[in-house]
């Protein structure tokens, strides 16, 4: 693990020099006693040299940059540097920093497998590379290296063929990562061309990136798999807006993937091929002139370059969580602790799942870069494609599927495929792509381990569920899931199941704790009486503490030493939208946000009467709300003194359009770095905007789940309209207008008091008939499904009836007879609908006669009256029912419901 670790880093690293030598550090530029300066020393030994000059000099920083964070990075010298050079000179040939800088001008072993792998994740040909590499950097062009900022890849998301590229039209912010930063702006609002300004804007982040690197505990740095977690978060942060290729622009080379993504997917690709080797205990020597083969033009029809091409070296090893919303929905009719079992057994398949990849990482000795995606249950690591790995692999799905049947009964799973994959699969070709079939074959893998699930032909039961199942009922049935053998007393003295109560703690320790841990064996209370907020279950043989900030808690350094502690998560919502996701340690997207009262004294207020004796509510400042709570917190108080509108809650689910096909034909140039890249920004529209979204805007919404591509929200009813509309537009902004980028969602509005899982059936039958739209991009709303261009002008046709109800003060009787005049215009069946607009003109007539009756002169009322009904006519008739049809109803409920009292 350890040697697996410091080939991750450095090859995570080959890039450093990108982001050192666009800041324009200060100290490569500082002469020694000969006059020389450490960038031309480094050039000579690390640059590529083409028409008598030395390009890709960043290569030369890679070094510089690493020998200045020497002192904030694990040991990168010493005695045991396997399976680098033993010696403590860092310029030894074979050191982590050489083996790091000279990707663009390999030697040794070690070198070329991490050139090997920075090609590869690029899906460079071997002819396309060549040319790559003699590209200078362009530094008198306006736009060159340092001034250009990253291109959307999203913007560029086209699922059919044909067409020429074109540049896009947005770029993002060179910033750290924030909720404001992942959105992308104009390019000419990014791109100014001023060299100058352009190496301050690099130097700045370099700069906080080195502050952010110290904020890393030092006692973490002797654990390797633990300190490269953190420092992966790091990287994320500063480097995610960084175009990784720069050189070459205007011919293949598109600015459109990170340093981030391009140097993660390097580090997975070169652990996996290093091991590979080593495992089989291949001769290094041998390796290295099969390697230098497969790029040397010269020898492109060898045997060596041939079988560095087309050998299976990797193994491609997907996760997927099934049965999401049976785990979360699934359970009794009891109502008991909704809200903190909601939030918990949200928060519980993402937990599932990063241990599951964890314990896949662990049985292979892979470092936490080798696992390149996870998001909403579904992860992809990259190990050797070794008969050894492929063994461990079945242990783990065996005690992953003994942990799911003990546990859940078979309702839920995590399955694990894998497929093996040569070099060659890996190129993104140019007549036709290899690994855009290679994605197309990882899809059809993972659905095929779907449907073999739990091996069920061959498998048995776990002896703990097969063993005296029938005598562990003693204290009855979990009164939460209705199924299992009660284990355990919640604190008013319920009996549920070690699951639950996990599953209700962790819903309660959610709205406290700032950071999670897992470790191997529990954590000790350090005084007596000390209780620690730990769940009972190990969750396949690891346990999970909840804690608070670092200035609370400690860095639990002792822990990080001894190499109990595997993983600490940071899962802190920012303090601002432009704040760094960054507190020094590894972080998680998590949505942790919850509605809370703002007030010590909200919930005692006339809006909650009756509320306050709640059995999942507890009193206290700053309490998480229930959903009784928020099923009220959209009523207002009426002219009268009394409270006005609907009690209900509104439940919002939805998902991305056509997500499988954007990735497997939606990429013009598909390569591992780009599907990374993909899988992260997808993700993190739900992951890192919508928190900070909820929280600042809209902070009654429960978030259920969200992130991958989907969404399930549950909040006061009319906010929750307005928030579906709000996700709508922000991630048109979010894919920079990409017309073939959209989601789908279902609105259902239900009472409070509805057990939770007939809210997810609600809201997954509204999705379900959205999705019916032809191009779907649809939104369905009280039964009615819509395009969300129709649904933004039903909402304003909704103002505009409410401006005009307090007007014309428009009685409740008339607005709701404008329902069946919808459902009369919409039916074009029956001859007698066609009638509809006269039944309006009546209806209308009859009540503006019958207000304006009194009103003094005889014509001056009928003028009036004319130009009222006038009025209606065109905005209810004209631009509601006859524009809308039934869809009008969508405008008409959600006024009227604001209504009642």
């Known amino acids: 693990m350890a040697a697996s670790c410091r080939v991750a880093l450095a090859a995570l690293l080959h890039d450093l020099g990108k982001f050192a030598e666009r800041a324009r550090i200060p100290e490569a530029l500082a002469k020694d006693a000969d006059g020389n300066t450490r960038q031309a020393i480094e050039e000579l030994l690390a640059c590529p040299e083409s028409n008598g000059r030395r390009t890709h000099i960043h290569a030369a920083y890679t070094a510089i940059a690493m020998d200045l964070l020497e002192a904030w990075l694990p040991e990168l010298t010493g005695e045991d540097m396997t399976p680098f050079a033993p010696w403590r000179d860092k310029n030894a040939d074979d050191s982590i920093i050489n083996a790091a800088a000279r990707h663009h001008r390999p030697e040794t072993f070690l070198q070329w497998i991490i050139a090997t792998a920075d090609r590869l994740a690029s899906g460079f040909e071997r002819e396309e590379f060549v040319a790559y590499n003699q590209a200078p950097d362009e530094e008198d062009k306006k736009l060159n290296h340092y001034t250009t900022r990253q291109w959307t890849l999203l913007e560029g998301i086209h699922l059919e063929a044909g067409g020429e590229e074109t540049t896009p039209a947005y770029r993002y912010p060179l910033k750290p990562l924030s909720p404001e930063a992942i959105f992308p702006a104009p390019a000419k609002v990014g791109e100014t061309g001023d060299k100058a300004a352009a190496q301050a804007d690099y130097l700045e982040l370099w700069q906080q990136y080195q502050a952010g690197l110290q904020a890393i505990p030092a006692s973490h740095r002797a654990n390797l798999p633990l300190w490269l977690d953190h420092f992966d978060s790091l990287w994320l942060a500063f480097t995610h807006a960084i175009p990784s290729a720069t050189a070459g622009i205007g011919g293949r080379v598109r600015p459109d993937v990170s340093l981030y993504d391009h140097s993660r997917t390097t580090a997975a690709l070169a652990v996996a091929l290093w091991r590979f080797h080593a495992d089989q205990g291949h001769d290094p020597e041998m390796v290295r002139e099969s390697l230098r083969a497969q790029w040397d033009r010269e020898r492109a029809g060898h045997d060596a370059a041939r079988q560095a091409w087309e050998t299976e070296k990797f193994l491609l090893v997907q996760g997927d969580f099934t049965g999401i919303q049976e785990f979360i929905f699934s359970g009794g009719e009891s109502q008991r602790q909704v809200a903190r079992l909601l939030r918990g057994r949200s928060f519980y398949v993402s937990l599932l799942s990063e241990l599951a990849a ?53 309702q839920s799973a995590i399955n694990l495929a894998w497929l093996p994959a040569a070099a060659k699969d890996f190129r993104h070709g140019i007549a036709e792509s290899p690994f855009r079939e290679l994605i197309k074959r990882l899809f059809e893998q993972l659905e095929a381990a779907k449907l073999r699930r739990f091996d069920l032909c061959g498998a048995t039961p776990p002896e703990a569920v097969r063993r005296g199942f029938l005598d562990r009922f003693e204290h009855g049935e979990c009164k939460i899931d209705g199924r299992s053998p009660a ?20 819903g309660k320790w959610l709205a406290h704790q700032d950071r999670l841990l897992i470790t191997r064996q529990r954590i000790q209370p350090l005084a007596e009486g000390q209780t620690l907020n730990q769940l009972r279950l190990p969750i396949f043989g690891y346990h999970v503490l909840f804690t ?43 949505n942790a946000f919850l509605p809370r009262f703002a007030e010590p004294d909200a919930w005692e207020s006339d809006r909650y009467r009756g509320l306050d004796d709640l059995d999942d509510f507890e009193p206290h400042p700053l309490t998480p709300k229930t959903l009784n709570h928020l099923a009220r917190d959209d009523r207002r108080l009426g002219e009268t003194g009394r409270w006005v509108g609907v009690e209900a809650l509104m439940t919002l689910k939805g998902d991305i359009d056509n997500l499988g096909l954007i990735f497997q034909k939606g990429l013009e140039r598909p390569t591992f770095a780009r599907m990374a890249a993909l899988s992260r920004q997808v993700n993190a529209f739900f992951t890192i905007w919508l928190p900070w979204l909820c929280r600042k805007e809209f902070p009654n919404t429960y978030t259920v789940f969200a992130g991958g591509d989907d969404f399930f929200l549950i909040g006061p009813w009319r906010s929750t309209i307005r928030l579906a509309q709000r996700m709508h537009k922000d991630f048109a902004r979010y894919v920079a207008g990409n017309p073939e980028l959209h989601f789908s969602a279902g609105l259902s509005m239900s009472k409070p008091g509805l057990p939770i899982r007939h809210l997810a059936q609600q809201a997954e039958a509204a999705l379900e008939d959205a999705k019916k739209l032809p191009g779907k991009n649809a939104v369905t709303c009280f039964g009615q499904s819509v395009s969300w261009s129709t649904f933004t002008d039903l ?11 307090r007007e014309l003060k428009l009685s409740a009787g008339y607005l709701y007879g404008l329902l069946h005049l919808t459902d009369m215009a919409a039916d074009q069946t029956r001859p007698e609908n066609a009638l509809w607009h006269s039944r309006f ?50 405008a008409l409920f959600t006024y009227l419901y604001q209504q009642r009292d």
């Not at 009256?865 to 039934?886: D, K, N």
């Open 487 to 506: 284990a355990c007393q919640l604190e008013d003295g319920v009996w549920v199941s070690e699951l639950a109560w996990d599953q209700v703690h962790t």
């Open 548 to 590: 608070g900030a670092e200035e609370v808690s400690g860095k639990f350094g002792g822990e990080a030493k001894s190499g109990n502690l595997l993983r600490a998560w940071d899962f802190s919502l920012p303090e601002s939208a432009d704040a760094p996701l960054w507190n020094g340690y590894a972080r998680r997207a998590i």
């Open 358 to 410: 964890l314990k896949v990482l662990e049985a292979l000795d892979l470092p936490p870069l080798s696992q390149v995606v996870n998001a909403a249950g579904k992860f992809l690591v990259v190990a050797p494609n070794t008969p050894e790995a492929v063994a461990k692999l079945c242990d783990v799905q065996d005690e992953l599927n003994r942990w799911f049947i003990e546990h859940t009964y078979g």
């Open 841 to 890: 003109a009546y209806r209308t007539r009859r009540m503006l006669e019958a207000r304006i009756r009194n009103e003094g002169d005889r014509d001056a009322a009928e003028r009036k009256r004319r130009q009222l009904q006038q009025q209606l006519a065109v905005e209810i008739a004209s631009q509601g029912i006859e524009r809308h049809r039934a869809a009008y109803k969508i």
């Open 795 to 805: 909402m304003a046709r909704e103002e505009a009836l409410e401006q005009l109800s």
